[in-house]
């Protein structure tokens, strides 16, 4: 019978393979270890570390891998013999594998993006989750979770690298005096930094964009920290709608405007 014949072949694969399992749980709570006792919450750092974790994680299921085919009498000499373990990869057929590996690299080394980075591939853009030897987690604002395999990482958007501009714009009527209209807009946001530490300078108006058939558009900035304009944007716009409100003054929208001729049909 298979079982008996097999029967001390069968024990050591399972040692091997608890073997792996514990190594991996070592490897994973040593690499924690610092991260927790140090209390370290920068992006580089948990990067590296999840690196590290695929690396090591992936090292040991070879190396066991190897151990399981020499217990069952397979020689793997000819799979190290050409260029060690990457050998074996291509061996199997998994050049895919290779290159993932490769793509994986050179994303951590050349520092494309780090963990918890908003960024976009392909149109799809999330904040990264999980950046591995062989893959990149993307998860968007819905929660949609998508997974891209390194090698077809060739083009990358990050929007966390450097700060971002909040920009609001807002139309009011021809008849308005813009000079009492700024004066208004700077009372309301003046104390808005003390609300959003988000920002980094103070809004500015930057003045009047353009002259609309029905209003004229002003335009507002603030230099936020990266991808955080959105909420100050929405505040911004609260604050200047709520001042409006409260001097009546006349914002801007279309109307039409219909001549009547008595006598005309």
Known sequence: MFWKDNLVKII????????????????RTVLNRPLKRRKIHSKRAQTITKLLKSFFQYTIIILGILG?????????KPFLAGAGILGL?????????VKDLVSGFFIILDNYYDVGDIIEIKEFKGEVVEIGLRTTRI???K????????????EVINYSKFNSTAIVHFKVSYTENLEF???????????????YSQIITKPQI???TSLEDDGVVIRITAKTKPETHYEVERGINKRIKDVFEKNKIQVAFKHVVVAYKEGVE
């Open 181 to 195: 209209i700024y004066q208004l807009v700077e009372q309301a946001l003046n104390d808005i930094e003390e609300k």
């Open 206 to 208: 930057v003045g009047v």
């Open 143 to 154: 929660g949609d979770l998508k997974i891209f395999a390194n090698r077809e990482i060739t």
């Open 12 to 27: 050591y694969t399972v040692i091997i393979l608890l073997v792996i399992i514990i190594l991996i749980l070592i490897f």
């Open 139 to 141: 998860v968007n604002w």
């Open 89 to 97: 990869a291509i061996g199997f057929g998994a050049q895919d594998l």
């Open 68 to 76: 399981i085919l020499s217990v069952w009498g397979i020689d793997v």
